[in-house]
């Protein structure tokens, strides 16, 4: 069974960072791309990031490109999310979500998400 | 950005009566490998995301054969063959034909 939990979410001040995590199992995580998807209260879904199966491709939603940044572990079967200079337009419920491919075509199982709030 | 418009955003429908939602692109989602990268997710109230469809008509693994999805291009529909309560939720597409992903604003499906 496909599991993504999500962790490190949690109240951050505007201009701070946070680390997100996502611990995989339940299939080859080297075989799939994975993603980072957001949900702000109320609202509808935001594609975040993504990252392909061995990091040689990366893509960001316009909204976050340089202050947050995707990353993977093969090894630990852990996907990362970095968010730096975070503002108040951040706070949602982030998802991690695994790909079908090795590419990012479409996020086809996602965890339960883990919430990030950011306010003074 | 490739920008999906969904309608209707709210469809209140019959138990056992079919539903229908479209999704418009604002340029073609064929891809130059040929596959054209829409899908439709459903969330269900207080849960993550469920994959329904991808590339326009192929049901993700597990999904009942009531839920469909057609279309081609810039023009695509999701329909329910006889909606029940389980269905209850919103529904979005999705695209990732080109970067950035996006998604459509969403439809609730609710009961009458």
């Known amino acids: 069974e496909v599991q993504l939990v999500e962790s490190g979410g949690g109240l951050v001040q505007p201009g701070r960072s946070l680390r997100l995590s996502c611990a995989a199992s339940?299939?080859?995580?080297?075989?799939?791309?994975m993603h980072w998807v957001r949900q702000a209260p109320g609202k509808g879904l935001e594609w975040v990031s993504g990252i392909s199966w061995n990091s040689g491709s990366v893509d960001y939603a316009d909204s976050v490109r340089g202050r947050f940044t995707i990353s993977r572990d093969n090894a630990k079967s852990s996907l990362y999310l970095q968010m730096d200079s975070l503002r108040a337009e951040d706070t949602a419920l982030y998802y991690c979500a695994k790909d079908k491919a090795t590419v990012i075509i479409v996020p086809d199982y996602w965890g339960q998400g883990t919430l990030v709030t950011v306010s003074s | 950005d490739i920008v999906l418009t969904q309608t209707p955003l709210s469809s209140p429908v019959t138990l056992g009566q079919p539903a229908s939602i479209s999704c418009r692109s604002s340029?073609?989602?064929?891809?130059?490998?040929?596959?054209?990268?829409l899908s439709w997710l459903q969330q269900r109230p207080g849960q993550p995301p469920r994959l329904l469809i991808y590339k326009i008509s192929n049901r993700f693994s597990g999904v009942p054969d009531r839920f469909s999805g057609s279309g081609a291009g810039t023009d695509f529909t999701l329909k329910i063959s006889r909606v029940e309560a389980e269905d209850v939720g919103v529904y979005y597409c999705?695209?990732?034909?080109?970067?950035?992903?996006?998604f459509g604003g969403g439809t609730k499906v609710e009961i009458k």
């Open positions: 999705m695209q990732a034909t080109q970067f950035p992903l996006t």
């Open positions: 339940g299939f080859t995580f080297d075989e799939h791309a």
């Open positions: 340029q073609s989602l064929l891809h130059s490998d040929g596959n054209t990268y």
